[in-house]
């Protein structure tokens, strides 16, 4: 997880007063951290975030939450953004190599050592994290006054521009960057096999970044109080704008003046950064149903302005304002989740109950159970196979209808393709490597089958002898069907997976249910058994639905 490195000093004077060093350390815990030991009269603190919360990889985004959360400043926090009329042309090129491109400048940031150090490691971690390690996103942080507007982000040719890259002294075309340069040994795997590369350049032609590998020197950002260009690239638009908004919110935090600058993408002219919040409605009664407090819509929207969110109660209705920079809440449950932090976890809790509580087996189970004592007394033996299967045994050689089945993209072994859409190729396969033991074999299971993207409960029942007549296979099932209080009748099935005539529906309120029968010749032959099959198979989840209270 996330590890941020701050100064106790600094944090104190971000969230405008002096909180004790102990009061932190119990506290940010409570917003989901882990605090790092903190030991002596030392300024120096490390806390590490679970990952679900971008927002917080620096001091500044953990300011920003603790002023809600300690009630200091609590609510919404919300930053003025003025436009300019800076712009900034995407060239359609990109769009086969890193198609995102979003952009915004922060002035008057008044840049300390400390403030540096803070500002790169929140780039990292965001690189590392929702960049997935600068895959999915690349940021880059840039000089305003080095460089002079329009920008450009474009394709070039690997060797058409040179440029001196970061934290170097030699000039170097974007192909040597890849082999001789530390950052682009670590990451030209992004751009393997591309004939050319993404640059962004100055209305001059001079680069400010190779994303997403390095930055050009020409732009570094030093000591002192400058106007900062931010650009993110990647491959998905919602975490390259939250990785655009935490870092410019970030550098608004330490004074920045947030402005906005004018995309062109094609014929799509917008303006970028737009930090407009989120709305979202909950039911205050679901929420303290789901955390099983009663906080009721009042104390709703307290706990979910502590957490730097903005709540307004309408009768159980709760209309919540978040920021654009929470990428985490995405559904009622994340908003539900924010409601109890707020709260507090440390606050959860209470006596336990005492009273025994047994559990109790579902009407499905209750079912199977009552199935598998049927089967066995009519001379069954039960078996459990793979779920695992392929297309071959389970359509073509058993000549039973094809059906949507969930494919294996990987399969190591050509017998395991899919997952079975019926029981009966399972338990041909139990008889085929049985088939020098003696006659008769009478096996079934009750087991899942994976048809159309749902899970379905079937029972197949096979049997193999010198003589297995189609008077009996229906016998099998007529017993089953019986026992479980079926009201069926019977349609004439005229699938090659049976003997002409030999094979039925078994239909019940109008749905065709099961079918049984004699296998047919070529297909015994097929799957490489020798004697007669016969074999039954019922989909029994509409019996289920039909009888969950009178099961046998």
């Not at 940021?139 to 440029?163: C, M, N, Q, W």
Request: overall charge negative; proline content about 5%; hydrophobic content about 40%.
């Amino acid at each position: 997880m996330p590890v941020i490195n701050f100064k106790y000093s600094d944090l104190c004077t971000m969230l405008g007063e002096e909180v004790p060093a102990q009061v932190l350390v119990d506290r940010i815990p409570m917003i989901g951290a882990d605090m790092h030991e903190t030991e002596g009269e030392t300024d120096d603190m490390s806390v590490e975030f679970f990952p679900d919360r971008p927002d917080l990889y620096s001091v500044e985004g953990l300011a920003r939450a603790l002023r809600a959360f300690l009630d200091i400043q609590p609510g919404m926090r919300t930053y003025p953004v003025s436009d300019s009329d800076m712009e900034v042309f995407i060239d359609q090129s990109v769009k086969t190599v890193r198609p995102y491109f979003l952009c915004g400048v922060v002035r008057d940031v008044e840049v300390t050592d400390e403030f540096l150090r803070s500002l790169m490691e929140l780039q990292e971690k965001l690189h590392i994290t929702i960049g997935r390690k600068r895959s999915k996103l690349a940021i880059g942080i840039h000089d305003l006054s080095k460089v002079r507007a329009p920008f450009t982000y474009k394709l070039a040719e690997p060797h058409s521009i040179r440029f001196v890259p970061l934290a170097m002294d030699e000039e170097m075309d974007l192909a040597e960057i890849l082999v001789k340069n530390e950052k682009g040994k670590e990451y030209n795997r992004l751009l393997e096999g591309m004939p050319e590369y993404p640059v962004i350049l100055d209305a001059d032609g001079q680069v400010l970044s190779f994303p997403p590998i390095i930055n050009g020197s020409l732009t570094t950002v030093t000591v002192g109080r400058h106007d900062l260009f931010i650009d993110v690239t990647g491959n998905d638009r919602k975490a390259v704008k939250g990785a655009l908004d935490i870092v410019a919110t970030a550098l608004a935090e330490r004074g920045g003046r947030i402005e906005t600058v004018i995309m062109h993408d094609g014929d799509e002219v917008f303006r970028s950064p737009d930090l407009s919040p989120m709305v979202r409605t909950i039911s205050a009664s679901a929420c303290d149903k789901f955390l099983g407090k009663q906080l009721g819509p009042e104390g709703t929207v307290e706990c979910l302005r502590r957490m730097g969110l903005d709540a307004v109660a309408d009768g159980d209705n709760v209309t919540v304002t978040i920021p654009s920079v929470r990428l985490d809440i995405m559904h009622d449950v994340d908003v539900y989740e924010d409601v109890a932090t707020g709260y507090g976890f440390d606050r959860f809790g209470g006596s336990y109950s005492v009273h025994q509580t047994p559990g109790g087996l579902l009407p499905e189970t209750t079912f199977s159970e009552s199935l598998r004592d049927v089967m066995i007394g009519l001379g069954f033996t039960e078996v459990n196979t793979l779920t695992l299967s392929n297309q071959d045994d389970e359509f073509k050689l058993s000549g039973l209808p094809e059906v949507d089945v969930v494919t294996v993209l990987n399969p190591v072994t050509e017998d395991h393709t899919c997952l079975r859409a019926y029981l009966a190729p399972s338990l041909v396969g139990i008889l085929r490597h049985n088939k020098h033991r003696d006659l008769p074999q009478r096996i079934f299971e009750v087991g899942y089958v994976i048809r159309d993207q749902r899970t379905v409960l079937h029972l197949c029942a096979m049997a193999t002898a010198s003589k297995v007549p189609f008077t009996e296979v229906k016998s099998w099932t007529e017993s089953v069907l019986r026992e479980a209080g079926v009201d069926y009748t019977l349609e004439q099935c005229d699938l090659p997976t049976f003997v002409s005539g030999r094979g039925a529906y078994v239909v019940s309120e109008g749905k065709r249910i099961g079918i049984f029968g004699e296998m047919a010749p070529s297909v015994v032959v097929d799957y490489g058994i020798t004697h007669p099959v016969g074999f039954c198979e019922i989909d029994l989840e509409p019996i289920i639905a039909n009888k969950k209270d009178t099961l046998f």
